[in-house]
Structure formats: C-alpha cells, structure tokens
C-alpha cells in the first residue's frame, strides 16, 4: 500500500514538471517570434520635427530666404519588429527638406526625404511635401498714420488732429510682400469722451489697394503704438491786466480792454477753470499819465486764439490821484569802508503819484533817495551812475515814484 502511494506521488510530480517545462518553452517561442518572426507590428511616431536643409546655401548664392517651416511638423505610420519599433522615438526619425536647389523667389513644394532607424520601414506619412514660401529679405520704414473708427463727444465739441508717439515704423519681411505696403495704420474705437485722452492701438499693414497685411512672415518694430485724441471746446476768456507793484486799485485807476473778451480753443479740462486771460502787466511807475497802449493777446501752448487779430488796446485812466515832483537833497550812498566819493548829483529831482490829500500831505523830508556803491574800489575811479533807490514816508501806503533815477557820483 505504500508504495502505490509513492508511485502516485511520483507520478504527479512528473505531472507538474512537464507542465512547468512547457510553460517556459512557449515563452520562449513567444518571444523568438516577437523578435524574429513579428515583422507586421505597426506604430505611430506624431510631430516627427522637419529639419530645413541648404538654408545656408540658398541665402549665400541667391540671396533668398525661407518664410516658414522651421516649426514644420509630419506623422508617420512605420512597422518592424515590436521589441524593434519599442527602443525608438521622435528623436530618432530624421526627416529633411532640402531647398538648396531653389533658385527663384515664390511659393515652392518641396520634397521630403525620411531617414527611418534600422528594423523600421515606412507605410505612410501625413504629407510627402512642404509648402514653402521663399523670397528675398529685405526691410523698408513706412508711415504711421492713426484713425477713429468710433467715437462719441458733446455736440459742442470737436476732435483735433490725432498723434501718434512715432511717425514711422520699420518692416522687415518677405521683399514682395514690402514692396505692397503703403502705411502703417492704427484704429482705435475712443467710445464716448469729453476731453483729450491718451489711447494704445495694434499698428496693422495697409497694401496699396487699401487691405489689411496678414502675411505671418512680415516683421514690425514695434507692434503697438500711443495715440493722443485732442478734444476741444471754444469758451470766451475776459482780458484783463495785471499791474506790477499793485498800486492801482479799483478806487484810484480804471483799465479798460478793447476787445473785452476773446474766444479761445482748447481742451476742456484746461479750459473748466478759466474765466480769464492776463494779456498784460503795467508797470505804475512807468506809467506818468493817462494813456493807452497796444499789447499782443498771448494764451498759453494748449490753447488756440481763435480771432482774427491777435491784439487788444489797453486804457489806463488815474482817478483822484495826482502827481507832484520834488528836489530831493536827501541823497545817501553806501560804499565799502575807505572808499572815498564825490556826489555829483546835490539835487534829484523826484515826480511821485498818489491820492490827492496824501500828495498835498508830503513834504520833501519825506523822501530819500540812496544808491548802493558797496564792491567798488578805487580801480573803479571815476564817474559812476548808479542807480537810485526811491524811499517814501508815506502813512496812507498811496504814494510811489514815477520813473527811474540816476545818481552820478565820482569814485576817488
């Protein structure tokens, strides 16, 4: 009995191992076929890179270039040997375009040639060809010129010239496409404005029939450009007369304008605050009687006059003030210590203007008359005219001097 049951145990262990022994001589024929006798397996390399070839030569000969298909892509259906096609990549397929024998500009198709590794051989490709585009380079400057292509403002108001941060721009692409371009353009929808804005815009290509450049081989400077959008309102300014020392008062003087008022162009932000426009500054002192003068109506750089004369008449008339003129002796010089002089003008004769009862009031101790010598020496020896200084004593604040004053005085 217990050997029939060693006999059985034997007997399945052969089993088992012829099992076990079969097992790996299929895996050993699986994978001889796989290595050796699987030459249908197919696979798909996509966006297999096209390398240019014979740029160089076709840039150095015929002084041509290639627009386009350096980024060139094709998908290829190869088959081999599984394990075979399993050790490659993208990287390892090489297919080129050849345009060395290229000799004219234009639209070229140009043949593609395909290096497959060992083992692998080509079924198909998604295209056999490549569309090329080859002409000379070149680069031109062009005009910029800017346009509204929609904008709304105030019934009143007006839109002004527009301008641009350049006047040209530089271009540089295929010569044929240049040679079609007559200006560079940029349109910008402003929408609805009421004073003077600033906008940026996309410069497009305009062609010598009026259409847009979309070329993708055509390069610009600068793509973008700043467009000043001058609005501008008319408002009417006061002329009015501004006076150096403010002696004249409403009470003691009436200016008159003639015009009184002008019209002005200019923004309306600039112009929200103005009501009016200073066209003069009289001097009092200067001014010894009533009189009128001509003076040219200026406005500032952002406004535009907009008269036919650009001058206005102003009319200066004192009222109840007077003149009186005085011998003054009181005559006082400053010079440097040791400097010796000899005043030559003993008497000077002072005309001043005031209200009437503080010019009656005055007395001729009420003023001195100085100048100031301080810095010569006595290289400067000779007769000097200095200029004199006007000092009045006056409580009301009314009085001042007309004119100007010399005073000769004799450096020792």
Known sequence: MKQEKVAAQGKRNWHIGTKILCIVCAFIIWLYVMEVDSPDYESEFLDVPVNLAGVSTLENEHNLSVFGGFDATVDLKVKGPKSV?????????????????????????????????????????????????????????????????????????????LVADTDTVN?????????????????????????????????????LSGNVITNPYVRLSKTEVKVNIPVYCYKELKLVAAVKYGYYTEANCRITMDPETVTVKGDPAVLANMDELVVATLDEKAITEDSSLIVRVNVPDTLTLDEESSTAT?????????????????IKISVDSGVEYELLSQTIPVTVRGDRDAVDALRAEDIVVSADLTGYTHSNMGRVYAEGKVSINDPSGTVYELGEYNIQVAIK
């Open 85 to 161: 096609i399993g050790r490659y990549t993208v990287s390892d397929i090489n297919v080129t375009a050849d345009v060395s024998g290229i000799v004219q500009a234009g639209s070229h198709e140009v043949a593609l040639f395909f290096d497959l590794p060992t083992g692998l051989t080509m079924l198909e490709s998604s295209v056999s060809r490549l569309s090329l585009y080859i002409d000379e380079r070149s680069s031109v400057v062009v005009d910029v010129r800017s346009r509204i292509s929609s904008v709304t403002i105030p019934e009143s108001y007006e839109l002004g010239e």
């Open 171 to 207: 271009v540089s692409g295929p010569k044929t496409i240049l040679d079609d371009i007559d200006f560079a353009q940029v349109s910008l929808d402003a929408g609805a404005i009421e004073s003077s804005v600033s906008m940026v815009g996309t410069l497009e290509l305009i062609s």
């Open 314 to 330: 102003v009319a200066v008339r004192h009222i109840g003030t007077k003149t009186r003129t005085f011998n003054i002796k009181d």
